[in-house]
């Protein structure tokens, strides 16, 4: 009988703070935010103006999530993937289905729903791949769970 090990780590949630340059009331911010948060230290806070060096710390800081602090949300969404995380703990209704869909459009996929069978923490997985039929084994990153 085959067997898989699965290792939880948790930890806190680790937010890019997304400031432009020279912004001091958007650093304050980030600072204030980070100093009120479990785990703030890990929290970078990202120069959206020097995209290979807001890379290499997204990277570095396994970075969950990006916040646009200040004037940043235009150039964040040139330069960050979004995704809209949606979670329930009952099955999404046909109307809320289409809702998400609307978030969508013709290049980008951008709407994760996740329900009570992908919200239990065992065997996620494989109870998956038996309904589904899929061969991914894992979604380590949001454009692989929108497989």
Known sequence: ???TRVD???????????????DMDAFR????????????????IVGV????????LIELFHVDVIYPIGDTERVARKRFDTFVLLAKLAPFTKEEIKRAESL?????????LLTPRELEPYHIYD???AEVGTRHY???????LLK
């Open 127 to 129: 109870r998956v791949r």
């Open 8 to 22: 939880i780590y948790y930890r806190p949630l680790r937010i890019g703070w997304a400031i432009r340059s020279g």
């Open 29 to 44: 911010r980030a600072v204030r935010f980070s100093n009120a948060l479990w785990g703030g230290r890990f929290n970078p």
């Open 138 to 144: 894992f979604g380590g990153t949001p454009k692989a």
């Open 1 to 3: 009988m085959d067997t």
């Open 104 to 112: 969508n459009d013709e290049h980008h996929r951008r709407a994760i």
């Open 49 to 56: 103006d020097y995209e290979e060096e807001a890379a290499r």
